[in-house]
């Protein structure tokens, strides 16, 4: 009397892209004659590795059935999404699936538990990612970063760091500064600024400089870059 929990197959966006979060879906069905219990949730796990099979994982995550899952049915399949996957840049690259990787099925065959599938070919794109942090300036260039609050009139200095978190170039480009008053209105002009091109993994940093309205709606400013 046994069930037998396989993975059928784990399907891998297309194309498959470097550095960008996509979506796995693993498949995994029931090959044995008898139903598969849950008394407690049932883990698959998936890994992906780079060079070698056999390597540590560069990435890799868990997803477990939900309390109470009814038992698989024999010839059943259910599919686990996992989410937010990151494929390293160069192939080839070894994605692992497991079913009942911390082997909590009673009875559970465990025939073939496991399936890899290859990748030799992975797209770049460059990924932006945009981090900001707020400082005010005196009058000897001082910056005062973080302040409990912003002066009127005063100078507001708006730090960019930006960084291509993708694996292929990205172009020259424009960065934007928008500020909005407590009613969502802008204030001023927004500024912007040519934006060199990033080789991947690179990081710059600049700033914007912005004289502070006397009052506005709402007693309260937003800094969207």
């Given at each position: 009397?046994?069930?037998?929990?396989?993975?059928?197959?784990?399907?891998?966006?297309?194309?498959?892209?470097?550095?960008?979060?996509?979506?796995?879906t693993v498949r995994v069905i029931n090959n044995?004659?008898?139903?598969?219990?849950?008394?407690?949730?049932?883990?698959?796990?998936?890994?992906?590795?780079t060079a070698s099979q056999d390597g540590p994982p560069a990435w890799?995550?868990?997803?477990?059935?939900?309390?109470?899952?009814?038992?698989?049915?024999?010839?059943?399949?259910?599919?686990?999404?996992?989410?937010?996957?990151?494929f390293p840049c160069t192939p080839p690259v070894f994605v692992k699936a497991t079913a009942d990787c911390t082997m909590t099925v009673p009875n559970n065959a465990r025939t073939a538990v496991d399936r890899v599938e290859t990748i030799t070919k992975?797209?770049?794109?460059?990924?932006?990612?945009?981090?900001?942090?707020?400082?005010?300036?005196?009058?000897t260039g001082f910056v005062t970063w973080s302040p409990a609050?912003?002066?009127?009139?005063?100078?507001?200095?708006?730090?960019?760091?930006?960084?291509?978190?993708g694996c292929a170039p990205a172009p020259p480009?424009?960065?934007?500064?928008?500020?909005?008053?407590?009613?969502?209105q802008a204030i001023g002009t927004p500024q912007t600024l040519a934006t060199q091109g990033l080789a991947a993994g690179q990081t710059i940093v600049f700033r914007f400089k912005t004289t502070l309205p006397i009052a506005v709606t709402g007693q309260s400013l937003t800094f969207e870059v």
């Amino acid at each position: 009397m046994a069930s037998d929990l396989q993975i059928q197959g784990i399907d891998l966006p297309s194309p498959v892209v470097g550095a960008c979060p996509s979506d796995v879906t693993v498949r995994v069905i029931n090959n044995g004659i008898h139903p598969a219990p849950f008394p407690v949730p049932m883990a698959v796990c998936l890994e992906i590795r780079t060079a070698s099979q056999d390597g540590p994982p560069a990435w890799s995550a868990l997803l477990e059935t939900p309390v109470e899952t009814p038992p698989l049915q024999p010839g059943a399949v259910t599919k686990f999404v996992f989410k937010g996957v990151q494929f390293p840049c160069t192939p080839p690259v070894f994605v692992k699936a497991t079913a009942d990787c911390t082997m909590t099925v009673p009875n559970n065959a465990r025939t073939a538990v496991d399936r890899v599938e290859t990748i030799t070919k992975i797209d770049g794109m460059p990924w932006l990612w945009t981090d900001i942090r707020l400082g005010l300036e005196d009058s000897t260039g001082f910056v005062t970063w973080s302040p409990a609050e912003l002066c009127p009139g005063a100078i507001a200095v708006t730090e960019v760091t930006l960084r291509n978190r993708g694996c292929a170039p990205a172009p020259p480009s424009d960065t934007a500064l928008k500020i909005r008053d407590g009613a969502g209105q802008a204030i001023g002009t927004p500024q912007t600024l040519a934006t060199q091109g990033l080789a991947a993994g690179q990081t710059i940093v600049f700033r914007f400089k912005t004289t502070l309205p006397i009052a506005v709606t709402g007693q309260s400013l937003t800094f969207e870059v």
